[in-house]
């Protein structure tokens, strides 16, 4: 009974690959979000949609998108991947967009380009 | 959003009461407190926040300066599960979004 999962949990593939992440929460909120943690561990926002709509979208080049098929569930899909790629990608969600909410994070999905 | 300065690491033993600064001086008045924790190879993890009130949870206390340029978080009785990298972050009332700086690497040691 996971609140906040994502898949799959390690992906490794080659650069100029394309390639998706799934993030599903149950925990009935509005808002969903993607983190992105480099190997600094910097953990910076990428993209928040909220009730399936996009309200963040942060310096992101566009072979990152984002896509909200329902409330519950944030895919993230890369194309063209490349070395600089490499990260730990986090999905989180809060009951509603506003920083009063706490945010529900997942477990990180680790992408490793070569 | 106002920017915050941690150290970098602290150590605590075991059962002792961790407290990890936080120095906001740039706060405004409408800026919240919070504290994150990151426990190593998983996300991060809500702790506590805060506006001018200190505050209290199962997990922590929060203490804020009566000029809230700075706070304190207290974990009263640390174990070694809290092992983990703390992180400060000032909010404006309307901010969308989490700002994450470098934290503070707490090691709690046996």
């Known amino acids: 009974d996971t609140a906040v999962s994502q898949t799959p949990k390690y992906l490794v593939t080659q650069m100029g690959n394309d390639k998706s992440i799934k993030c599903e929460q149950n925990?009935?909120?509005?808002?969903m979000y993607w983190y992105k943690q480099d190997s600094k561990k910097f953990l910076k926002i990428m993209f928040s949609?909220?009730?399936?709509?996009?309200?963040i979208n942060e310096t992101v080049p566009n072979r990152f998108s984002p896509k909200s098929p329902d409330k519950a569930h944030l895919n993230l899909h890369i194309n063209s991947l490349e070395l600089g790629d490499s990260a730990v990608y986090f999905c989180?969600?809060?009951?509603?967009?506003?920083?009063?909410?706490?945010?529900?994070f997942g477990p990180g999905t680790r992408l490793t380009v070569l | 959003d106002a920017k915050t300065t941690q150290p970098p690491s602290m150590d605590c033993a075991e059962g002792r009461a961790a407290n990890l600064p936080c120095n906001h001086s740039?706060?405004?008045?409408?800026?919240?407190v919070y504290w994150y924790r990151q426990i190593h190879s998983q996300g991060p993890q809500y702790i506590i926040h805060?506006?001018?009130n200190n505050e209290t949870n199962e997990m922590a206390s929060l203490i804020i300066t009566e000029d809230r340029k700075s706070s304190t978080l207290i974990l009263p009785h640390a174990t070694l599960r809290d092992t983990a990298v703390y992180y400060c972050?000032?909010?404006?009332?309307?901010?969308?979004?989490?700002?994450f700086g470098q934290g503070t690497r707490l090691t709690i040691n046996p």
């Open positions: 989180a969600s809060s009951r509603r967009a506003g920083h009063t909410d706490t945010q529900y």
């Open positions: 805060g506006l001018k």
């Open positions: 972050i000032v909010i404006n009332q309307g901010a969308q979004k989490l700002v």
């Open positions: 949609y909220n009730n399936k709509e996009l309200i």
């Open positions: 925990l009935g909120h509005d808002t």
């Open positions: 740039t706060i405004s008045g409408n800026e919240y």
